[in-house]
């Protein structure tokens, strides 16, 4: 009864926390450099921050040094996406404060091969992504389409291909794209993941499950790849699959409050509760000001009366 009570608990406190979105500006800055897998400087490298919360984002391109800076955003959870022709995309999750100063953000991105004529192809490129975040699907699948065409062996671009398809509900023309990355190279975790999300969104559970388990666990690295894979199986009632997901993700990144937040939950229906409370714990650790933060304690406090 004890679980029951306190997953009714749970969905309870879910169902009144809400927010209205607002503007992502606040008094937060943030200073990044990006290089490559030498540890040079990588210049002309689009970041794209963006905040779950409020919906809202900002996009900035490192200068010669690599550095960009983010200034006079709000404090919280940020998502950060690093894309640059001919290198691997990365992702990586902030949590960042108003009232001290943030550590600096060094990341590293990886040569992509086959990916040629960089400065021809980015304008278009730059193009085509504004048109996605515009959401008009139709008009930046032409711009990815006649990059692809022109530019063959930049197939990366069916990644984007494949996205404009997946937004569009064309699961089976999206994974046609992602399948595309997957002849040039067959190690890509990501198109992997992203063939699972289209049998995932057709109902098709098992096929879904058969795609995520082709991404070797132990070769995973990026914390956001592990959580959406956790994701999946928390939201199929395996928990003990989600479990592993979500504690690997934050045992790469330690404050990756998503990570934290969901493997609390993930304790919590699992009927763990001193594991949720430390799980918890770690995350007031990193966020003790937020509205999620305020809903942690809640949680705290139940569980701890238990």
């Keep these: 009864m004890k679980r029951w009570s306190v997953l009714a608990f749970l969905l309870l406190t879910l169902g009144l926390v809400g927010g209205n979105a607002q503007d992502y500006k606040g008094k937060a800055r943030v200073t990044g450099y990006v290089y490559d897998q030498d ?27 690599g550095k960009w800076v983010a200034a006079w955003i709000q404090s919280g959870a940020w998502n950060v996406d690093f894309e640059k022709v001919g290198f691997a995309p990365k992702k990586i999750a902030l949590e960042l404060f108003e009232l001290k100063k943030n550590p600096d953000v060094k990341v590293n991105l990886e040569k992509a091969e086959g990916i040629l004529l960089i400065e021809e192809i980015k304008p278009e490129l730059i193009r085509g992504n504004q048109l996605f975040e515009e959401k008009k699907y ?26 404009c398809y997946f937004q569009q509900e064309k699961y089976d023309l999206a994974e046609e794209a992602y399948q595309k990355i997957l002849e040039k190279n067959p190690d890509d975790s990501e198109a992997k993941l992203l063939i699972g999300n289209c049998y995932a969104n057709r109902g098709q559970q098992d096929k879904a499950l058969e795609w995520y ?16 894979i956790g994701n999946f199986f928390y939201n199929n009632s395996k928990f003990e699959d989600a479990l592993r997901y979500y504690s690997k993700s934050v045992e790469i990144q330690p404050d990756f409050t998503d990570g934290l937040y969901q493997l609390g939950l993930t304790y919590i229906a699992m009927a763990k509760n001193p594991e949720a409370i430390s799980a918890f714990e770690d995350y007031l650790k990193v966020d ?14 139940f569980l701890k009366k238990q």
């Design 39 to 65: 540890g040079n400087p990588l210049p002309e490298v689009r970041v794209k921050l963006f905040n779950p919360k409020v919906g809202q984002g900002l996009e900035l391109v490192t200068d010669t040094e």
């Design 138 to 163: 139709d008009e930046a699948l032409a711009v990815y389409m006649a990059i692809l065409e022109k530019f063959p062996d930049v197939y990366i671009i069916n990644k984007s291909i494949g996205n």
């Design 213 to 228: 388990g082709k991404i070797e666990f132990e070769k995973l690295s990026d914390p956001i790849v592990l959580y959406n």
């Design 288 to 301: 003790p000001d937020s509205e999620r933060a305020n809903q942690v304690r809640g949680f705290l406090e």
